[in-house]
């Protein structure tokens, strides 16, 4: 006669050494995400403070903006030349008048300076019929998005509706836009590294910019990238961290 065996289990050794391994896979997998995440950003910060650091040292050198300067046919050489000049007014446009036979988009022309003057890397060539970014005459960000460099009003609250020939009704001045398709995650990151981490405030702002015909960042909605909420009368305004939307803008003030 065959008496039956009772089934083996699991010890409770060996189901706290199963918990530790899934322990330690799940902390690696988060540590990894962690890691990306802080190469994201950090990559966005040195893209900013190297376009920045460019942009002033061309202003030193030449005592001129670039994109604006109006004797860079003479001081520049551009891949092709003369190298195409900007009116010189002191604002780098998106649809500047012409001077004496200056480009129209500075905002384009922006790289085109630098890079001929050796400020960034890279070989950028605007054409003085171009109206909007390509590979050939403006850089990108991490997320392929073009940037861009112009004296307008494309930052902070009121954004909606925004075209290239009327950029808003915010006082204009100089920002260098990362372009949309930063997840919020990141661009409020890096606003908390570099400025007060509020997207309608300080020298780093919400931007609703996009150089094409991709959808521009909302403030509406499940993935708007600002929120806002009541206190004490009083509305307040931040980044939509639990959206997660993938695309978001920033503007840094110049």
């Known amino acids: ?42 990559n966005l910060v040195a893209q900013q403070d190297g376009v920045k650091a460019a942009f002033y040292g061309f202003q030193d050198r030449y005592r001129a903006l670039p994109g604006d300067y109006s004797s860079a046919n ?3 050489n551009c891949p092709v030349n003369p190298c195409l000049n900007g009116n010189g007014n002191g604002q780098v446009e998106i649809s500047a008048t012409s001077s004496n036979g200056s480009v129209a988009a500075e ?27 390509t590979a050939v005459n403006s850089p990108a960000s991490p997320y392929g998005v073009y940037l861009e460099v112009a004296h307008d009003g494309w930052y902070g609250i009121n954004q909606s509706g925004f075209t290239l ?60 990238c600002v929120v806002s909420r009541i206190v004490g009368g009083t509305i307040r305004y931040s980044w939509n961290f639990p959206g997660k939307s993938t695309n978001c803008g920033a503007a840094s003030f110049l």
């Open 1 to 42: 006669m065959m008496t039956s065996r009772p089934s083996a289990g699991f010890t409770l050794i060996e189901i706290a050494i199963v918990l530790v391994i899934i322990g330690l896979l799940l902390g690696s997998v988060l540590k990894g995400q962690e890691l990306i995440a802080s190469a994201r950003v950090r």
């Open 74 to 76: 003479t001081n520049i």
């Open 107 to 133: 905002y384009l022309l922006v790289w085109t300076h630098l890079a001929a003057a050796g400020f960034i890397n890279g070989s950028f060539q605007m054409q003085t019929a171009d109206t909007s970014a």
């Open 165 to 224: 020939a009327a950029a808003g009704p915010n006082p204009p001045r100089h920002t260098l836009k990362t372009g949309n398709q930063v997840p919020t995650e990141v661009v409020s990151e890096v606003d908390r590294k570099i400025d007060d981490g509020l997207p309608y405030s300080g020298s780093f702002q919400f931007s609703t910019y996009t150089p094409d015909a991709s959808p521009p960042p909302t403030t509406t909605g499940a993935s708007a």
